[in-house]
Structures are given as structure tokens and as C-alpha cells.
């Protein structure tokens, strides 16, 4: 199979939040970087609204609460956290309802502790979201108050579309985006893509577009714009940044097999070349895009809607990587192992909580090894749990869990081996099934034990929907990963668990001295004094630590009132 390169061509981005990784990434597979940001988040000038929704949730007003991004959810936090106590308001959100659109939303509502009922699956997209809601709660949406986290602005066909489906809906802006400060560099990226000096251009979001056309309309060369990139090859990492270029009356060459970074960077500098010399001498690109692996599997034909101004032809349909391409090709060997060693521990390195940390082992595994499914079980007492998913499994992520030995994930973490199978695996004799995990209709599995001191700490678990054969490369990198993440895993673990056992030791320090000052003040005996503050914790629906910082609270209160009249009476 050939490696995946740019073959030296000049590859655009326009990403601002990861511009390092995807520069670092353009070089990786051969190509000449040019990565210009082309926005930045900005907070709002008002934050009444998120507030207002803030306080109706904790009043019970809303029943479903829908997030579309990772820095909504923190966002949004950190606001409410200015007028509001956070763990109420989390207390508020965790009975309601919850959706997220992505893994990104979804892991950041994880690291709060917040279960998410419904997410969306790939392409993650508004539609697949609806889809997911319409699903889940069927004729009884048409009951429910939702409220919806906006994401630098508003969306507002899922808006109506939801409208119609709902008894209320409120939009919750937190951020809002802006053009960079300096916009420079983006006009010089302008007048770049119009001299044709540009030959890919890698569009990760509807903003970067509609922000490129901002400048090039104030500097009257949107035509120019237009004309230039038509002359390139144009990658959207999904439908609704493709719904964004037809708007200008554009239509990209294709989408990646999977909307992420890594996908995206790998097919293109696997096709562009061919693409670039079929658009340059003018023939149609049909053929450009197959499945290297397999000579008849062509793109999966994939309609964009037609948005077009009137002037422009209707949009041709946006052809997808298949999803047999092996995406990863070429990565292995452009990676120098230094590159691989830092670019891994980068990622874990950050002190960060125990799902943050899984939940970037899994993006990493699945940005170097061509997977449609990665799990990761880590071990707690004889059973492995499963801790994280790159598929959205929100009602099983903390609840499955297996003995050691049982499965395929079982053996590989009793026997210290890695297990590749390439076909048919639920034929093996390892194999077990479970009801409610659609990847094992999978084809392939590879799984390779997690270590660290010699002792077992979890499985990384990688699928495939079709049969697939792994090379000892890809078996030894990801024992490879297995063997550096082992120890910032158990880090992780050990640092929730005292977390847990530290908020637990404090709540039994706030309860104990509040049974004192009820003993004192009421005469009563220390399990009276206990059994007030549980009927108290019941009757409020607040948990015994609040009761108790209440008592604490008017103590100290009590006692400053004393100590300003001593000191007025003196």
C-alpha cells in the first residue's frame, strides 16, 4: 500500500484552537504547511441569559438540556459559578435530562459527573442529535422544556426544527465567535488562494468559511475567492461545514471517512495529489477516491444541499471516504519515534482527571491505528470496567463491567497478550457478546493489555466493521501505547478515588461538628442531633454536607454577631 503523502504540496488550514497539532501534522505526511486562524472565541457582552436559564433549572423549569460543545459546558459553568453554587446548579442539570452532540461535550459533562442521556452519532451533525432525541423520548418531546447551549451562534434549523417537535425551547448563548484580532495573516491567505498559490485547503468548521468570505467581501475579491478555490482541492470534515461551502457555491472534493482532525489530515494527503492533477488538467475527479485496499470500493456517494446563489450551478454531490480505507496509512512511518514519544506524552502529561486522561488515550489510539470503535476497560478489584468509548455509549460508560478471562477483552488482560483477530470474531471461542454494544457485530478486534510496575491495569479495545488484518506494527504500537499510559492511568485513578475519599473525610469533619453544636444548643444526644439533620437533608432534598455547612454557617454567623456587640459595648 503506498504511504499516505502531500507529495510536497502547499496545504492551507484555518484552524485557531489546535493550529499546532495540525501544522505538526501537514509536515508529518509530506506537505508544505500554511496554518492561518481564522477565529477566536469571545465571551458575550451580557451573560443575563445564561444566568436566567441557570436559575429556572435549579427551580426545576426545564426537563432536557442539550449541549453542542466541550467549552459550552465549561463555559457555562464558569458563568453560573459567578452568581450561583456550583455543585446546586450541577445538582439541577444532573436531574434533568442531558444531551450532547459530540464526544467533546460529552467528556467534559463526564468529568463534572453529569450523565448524558442521548448523544449523536457520526457525523454528529444537528440531524443525527434530533435523530438521537426523537428516538430516545419519541411523542413525549412534545411535553418537554428544553434548553439549548449555543456555540458562537445560533443554529437555526435545529432550532426550528426542534421548535416544532417541543413545548418550549430556550437558547443559552455563552460564547460567542469573532474574526482574530490581527487579520492580516487571513487576507494574505485571501489573496494567496485567489493567485493560486494554494493548492489544498482543510475546512474543520463552518466558521473558518464564513469567515474567510467576511474578509475577502471587504477587500472585494470574494469572486476572485471563489475562482481560487475551485482550483484546489477543498476538504470539509462533514456535512454541515459542506452545507456552509455550497452556501458560497462551492462543493468540496470529499469528507473524510470519520469527522475528526487525524482522518481528515491522513485521507487528504492520501488523494490530493490525484485529485489536484485531474481538477488542474481538467478531468473529472471521479475515480480519485477508492479504498486502497480494495480496487471496487468506491466513495460512498453522499448528497450536500444545494444552497447555491442563483448564479451558480447546483452543487454535484460530495463524495466520503469509504469506510474500508485503511486511514492511518503512512502515519507509522512518517512518525519519527521521537515524535511519537513526545507527541503521546503530551497528551497525558497534563495532570488532568481520570476520564479527561482516558478520553485522550482514546484519541490518540485512533488517530494512528484505522479503527470504528475503541474502548478502554481499566481493572478495579477481579473486573474490568469500562471507563472510556470513542463511540457515544453513555448509558454503559462506569456501568459495564466483565471478569478477568471472560471475553476477548477478558483473556487479554488475564494473559498479558495482545489478541488480533482479523475475521469473524464473534467465532471465537473467547468471544462474548453484550446486548447492548453494537460493535460486537464488528468484524476485527484488536486488544492489547494496559501495564504498569508488571501488574495489569486495564485493555485497549480497537473494532472494525469490516475484516481487517493487523500488521505487527500496529499490534506492537498500540502494546506500545499500552505500556506508556499504564501509569498516568493508575495516577488518574488513585488521584479520584483520594478525591473521593477527601470530599467523604470532609463531609464526616462538617457533620460531626454540626451534631456538636445541635447537642449543645437543643440539649439532645448525639443520634438525635444525627437523626435531625437526616430528616432536615430529606425534607429539603439537600445532602447532609449542605446541612451541616448550613449549621456551620449560622455558628459563624452567630459568633460574629456576639464579638461586633462586645466590641460596641466596649
Not at 508488571?454 to 469490516?466: E, T
Request: proline residues 5%.
Amino acid at each position: 500500500m503506498a504511504h499516505a503523502s502531500f507529495d510536497g504540496l502547499r496545504v492551507l488550514s484555518l484552524e485557531s484552537r489546535r493550529a499546532k497539532e495540525v501544522e505538526k501534522l501537514i509536515r508529518t505526511y509530506g506537505g508544505e504547511p500554511f496554518v492561518v486562524p481564522a477565529m477566536r472565541e469571545v465571551p458575550l457582552d451580557s451573560n443575563v441569559q445564561a444566568l436566567e436559564f441557570a436559575d429556572d433549572l435549579i427551580k426545576g423549569n426545564y426537563d432536557l438540556v442539550v449541549f453542542f460543545t466541550g467549552i459550552g459546558v465549561r463555559t457555562l459553568v464558569n458563568i453560573v459559578e459567578t452568581k450561583y453554587s456550583r455543585e446546586k446548579f450541577l445538582k439541577a442539570l444532573s436531574s434533568a435530562q442531558v444531551a450532547a452532540r459530540g464526544p467533546k461535550p460529552q467528556a467534559a459533562l463526564r468529568e463534572l459527573k453529569v450523565p448524558v442521556a442521548v448523544t449523536a452519532a457520526e457525523p454528529a451533525t444537528w440531524r443525527e442529535l434530533l435523530q438521537g432525541l426523537e428516538t430516545k423520548y419519541g411523542t413525549s418531546l412534545a411535553e418537554m422544556r428544553v434548553a439549548v447551549q449555543e456555540y458562537g451562534a445560533s443554529n437555526p434549523e435545529f432550532l426550528s426544527a426542534l421548535t416544532e417537535k417541543c413545548r418550549e425551547v430556550t437558547k443559552v448563548p455563552v460564547y460567542q465567535w469573532a474574526l482574530p484580532e490581527d487579520i492580516e495573516p487571513l487576507r494574505e491567505c485571501v489573496l494567496a488562494i485567489a493567485k493560486g498559490e494554494m493548492d489544498v485547503v482543510l475546512f474543520m468548521t463552518a466558521v473558518q468559511i464564513i469567515h474567510l468570505f467576511q474578509v475577502a467581501e471587504v477587500m472585494n475579491c470574494q469572486q476572485e475567492l471563489r475562482e481560487g478555490l475551485r482550483s484546489m482541492v477543498v476538504i470539509s470534515i462533514g456535512p454541515t461545514t459542506t452545507e456552509e461551502l455550497t452556501h458560497y457555491g462551492l462543493t468540496p472534493d470529499f469528507e473524510p471517512s470519520h469527522p475528526k482532525m487525524g482522518f481528515l489530515v491522513n485521507e487528504a494527503a492520501q488523494y490530493a495529489s490525484k485529485v489536484l492533477r485531474q481538477k488542474r488538467s481538467g478531468e473529472a475527479a471521479k475515480d480519485a477516491l477508492r479504498a486502497p485496499s480494495q480496487k471496487s470500493a468506491k466513495i460512498t456517494p453522499q448528497a450536500a444541499k444545494t444552497n447555491a446563489p442563483a448564479e451558480t450551478p447546483a452543487p454535484a454531490k460530495v463524495r466520503r471516504v469509504a469506510p474500508s480505507t485503511s486511514n492511518m496509512a503512512g502515519f507509522r512511518d512518517a512518525l519519527m519515534p521521537i515524535d511519537f514519544l513526545h507527541e503521546i506524552s503530551s497528551r497525558i502529561a497534563g495532570s488532568d482527571s481520570f476520564h479527561v486522561v482516558l478520553e485522550r488515550i482514546v484519541g490518540f489510539a485512533t488517530t494512528i491505528i484505522p479503527c470504528d470503535s475503541c474502548f478502554i476497560y481499566v481493572l478495579e478489584g477481579d473486573k474490568l470496567v469500562l471507563r472510556a468509548s470513542q463511540n457515544p455509549h453513555a448509558d454503559i460508560i462506569d456501568q459495564l463491567d466483565i471478569k478477568l478471562g471472560q471475553g476477548v477483552t477478558g483473556w487479554s488482560a488475564e494473559h498479558r497478550e495482545p489478541v488480533a483477530i482479523a475475521s469473524n470474531a464473534s467465532n471465537d471461542p473467547r468471544f462474548k457478546a453484550f446486548k447492548n454494544l453494537p460493535e460486537d457485530h464488528f468484524e476485527a478486534i484488536l486488544c492489547t493489555p494496559i501495564l504498569c510496575a508488571s501488574k495489569i491495569v486495564g485493555v485497549i479495545n480497537l473494532q472494525h466493521r469490516l475484516s481487517y488484518q493487523h500488521t505487527p506494527n500496529e499490534i506492537r504500537l498500540l502494546s506500545t501505547i499500552g505500556y506508556l499510559v499504564g501509569a498516568e492511568i493508575e495516577r488518574a485513578r488513585l488521584e479520584s478515588e483520594n478525591a473521593q475519599l477527601m470530599g467523604k473525610l470532609e463531609t464526616r469533619k462538617a457533620v460531626d461538628r454540626a451534631k456538636g453544636i445541635l447537642q449543645r444548643d437543643l440539649a439532645i444526644t448525639e443520634d438525635e442531633a444525627y437523626r435531625r439533620m437526616q430528616t432536615e437533608s430529606r425534607q429539603r432534598r439537600k445532602s447532609m454536607r449542605e446541612i451541616a455547612e448550613a449549621i456551620l454557617l449560622s455558628e459563624d454567623l452567630r459568633k460574629s454577631r456576639v464579638d461586633v456587640g462586645e466590641k460596641s459595648a466596649s
